[in-house]
């Protein structure tokens, strides 16, 4: 399976800021409106993690 990343609400560096990190477990879903989204496990602090994916990038996690 691909690596995904997406921003860690909870991992911030020194200024704050939220920073990128590897998800595990992602769940990729699509919804109504046809956009599809990832939600999965910070593999750093284990926090929730939740980002939208274009089509190409869902497909090849599925
Ligand atoms: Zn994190």
């Known amino acids: 399976m691909a690596e995904l990343k997406a921003l860690c609400m909870k991992?911030?560096?020194?200024?704050k800021k939220p920073t990128m990190q590897t998800m595990t477990?992602?769940?990729v879903t699509k919804?109504?409106?046809?956009?599809?989204s990832a939600k999965g496990t910070c593999g750093t602090c284990g926090g929730n993690m939740f980002k939208f994916m274009s089509e190409a990038d869902?497909?090849?996690m599925m």
């Not at 991992?11 to 200024?15: G, I, K, M, Q």
């Not at 919804?31 to 599809?36: C, G, M």
């Open 11 to 15: 991992c911030r560096d020194a200024n």
């Open 25 to 27: 477990n992602p769940v």
């Open 31 to 36: 919804n109504e409106k046809n956009r599809y």
């Open 58 to 60: 869902a497909k090849a």
